[in-house]
């Protein structure tokens, strides 16, 4: 796996104000806001105009990511396949109804990708299966649509994902003048196992391992800088508070699954420099 690249950055700018008589109007100087040439400003003597040297240096920081560390779902057998959206909270009380699964507790996960590097290189979320405990026949999807409840399933074939083929949106966090990221025109992540831009939705359920790594999503060159929350709305605080999350994990289970609970299977998140 690529580790995120660090570069630093210095920006230096020297401004010097210096203010010369105006262009004369018929051979007659109109005013004067002072001498040219004036020297530089000294806290050990005066002068009527001086000039004050500037310096603004910029480091680098880190690519990270921030992600709600569990995801939850329950399924109550109704005789078909059903399709629900992962709650970062436990989920309680659920129970079979006609059209699927209703649950209480169920939370939308966050999901969010600090860029505070400055180089402006682009960056790919990807992610895999470390283990796979999923329910046999089961399918795993990643996109910026899912439940309208999240952890309520409904009806669907496990060949159909009902939801919405929707990219994530995006906007910037809270105190954060980000650059909102733009779909590249080619992604690139051969060390990482893949070659071309995410489509929606993404399928995380293919293998396990670092082999079997998806790009979830990326952003090109130039964009993605700053701390940006995979949603909608706007940010009243830090950490996405008050935006509508559209980081949405889908798992489709067939009528057929047999009760148990499967509870080994682990996501690696990893978000790379460069697009």
Request: net charge negative.
């Amino acid at each position: 796996m690529r580790a995120p690249s660090t570069r630093i950055r210095r920006m230096a700018l020297v401004g010097v104000l210096s203010l010369a008589p105006l262009a004369p109007l018929g051979g007659v100087v109109l005013g004067s806001a002072g001498p040219a040439g004036a020297t530089a400003c000294s806290t050990s003597s005066g002068n009527s105009s001086c000039t004050i040297g500037t310096s603004v240096a910029v480091s680098a920081g880190t690519l990270t990511l921030e992600s709600s560390p569990n995801l939850y779902w329950s399924y109550v057998l109704n005789g078909y396949d059903q399709w629900a959206s992962g709650s970062s909270a436990t989920l309680s009380g659920c129970t079979a109804g006609g059209s699927g699964t209703t649950c209480s507790g169920g939370a939308a996960p966050r999901l969010e990708v600090v860029d505070a590097t400055g180089s402006g290189s682009g960056w790919a979320l990807s992610a895999y299966l470390t283990a796979n405990d999923l329910p046999v026949g089961s399918v795993f999807h990643f996109a910026g649509a899912g439940s309208a409840t999240v952890g309520n399933s409904q009806n669907a074939a496990i060949g159909t994902d009902p939801f919405a083929n929707t990219t994530p949106g995006t906007v910037c966090d809270f105190g954060s003048t980000c650059t909102v990221p733009t779909a590249p025109g080619a992604c690139s992540h051969a060390g990482l196992g893949f070659t071309s831009c995410p489509t929606y939705p993404v399928n995380m359920s293919a293998g396990t391992g670092p082999t079997a790594q998806v790009d979830l999503y990326s952003a090109a060159a130039t964009s993605g800088l700053g701390a940006v929350c995979f949603g909608s709305g706007s940010a009243s605080a830090s950490g996405c508070t008050g935006t509508t999350p559209s980081d949405f994990y889908n798992i489709g289970v067939k009528a057929n699954t047999a009760a148990a609970v499967d509870a080994t299977t682990v996501v690696t998140e990893t978000v790379s420099s460069g697009p």
